[in-house]
């Protein structure tokens, strides 16, 4: 059972293009959550979502960021006409359905580091 | 607002101590608190997750408190090996409805060996 997979592991892009950044949650897993890591600061929460439902997105920049969690494939957080401050390295965490939940932590993907130049 | 808190935000200690890293959140209305690892450049592995209602879980050498009340929980590790190296977060769910992790910002462990 493989764990959370993100990709790529490095992204970098030019200020103003776009950034596609993909989540696969654990098998069995229908919950999935979205942390950025700024450089030296903590995580922050950003985004969670169910299949095809966007649960809570508070930690959502207001804009150029958007995330989907189709009902086939993988979460995708995008990143419109990127800028320099959105350097950081970005973390997807998946748990499974609700009637497992309650005694359940996250389990956390090994991050996609994006850098815009 | 729940804040988390962790001190010191670097530690260093030979090999073979016992250490304590410390984790305190604001409200202590939480639903659980989960002890992460993060070495350079990777993701989180977890380490110990603790319920409301516990006060304690152990893995191995590493022992986890919680004490809701004061807000406060220990990452206690025992025989300190250098592959223990690595940044220790603290995360706090705090209700069951709330589904975010608020993270503190971690301690850097260095074990000199």
């Known amino acids: 059972n493989a764990g959370v997979m993100q990709n790529p592991r490095h992204l970098v892009r030019r200020r103003g293009q776009e950034a596609r950044l993909r989540c696969s949650p654990m098998?069995?897993?229908?919950?999935v959550y979205w942390y950025r890591q700024l450089p030296e600061e903590g995580l922050k929460f950003m985004v969670y979502?169910?299949?095809?439902?966007?649960?809570?997105e508070s930690g959502m920049p207001k804009e150029r960021f958007s995330a989907e969690f189709p009902k086939e494939g993988p979460s995708i957080l995008r990143i419109q006409q990127v800028v320099r401050g959105d350097s950081a390295a970005y973390f997807c965490a998946s748990s499974p359905p609700n009637q497992d939940r309650a005694n359940y932590g996250y389990t956390f993907g090994s991050g996609t580091r994006l850098t815009v130049v | 607002k729940q804040e988390v808190t962790q001190i010191p935000a670097a530690l260093s200690v030979p090999e073979g101590e016992n250490l304590v890293l410390n984790c305190s959140f604001t409200?202590?209305?939480?639903?659980?608190l989960q002890w992460f690892r993060q070495d350079p450049g990777k993701g989180l592995t977890s380490l110990l997750l603790i319920q409301s209602s516990q006060r304690e879980q152990t893995s191995g050498r590493l022992n986890a408190s919680l004490d809701k009340s004061s807000g406060r929980s220990t990452l206690y590790i025992a025989a300190s090996q250098p592959g223990d190296s690595a940044t220790y977060l603290c995360?706090?769910?705090?209700?069951?409805?709330?589904?975010?992790?608020?993270f503190g910002t971690g301690t850097r462990l260095t074990i000199i060996p």
């Open positions: 409200d202590s209305a939480i639903y659980n």
């Open positions: 979502l169910q299949k095809e439902n966007i649960i809570d």
């Open positions: 995360a706090v769910r705090s209700n069951f409805g709330n589904e975010k992790l608020t």
């Open positions: 098998k069995g897993h229908s919950h």
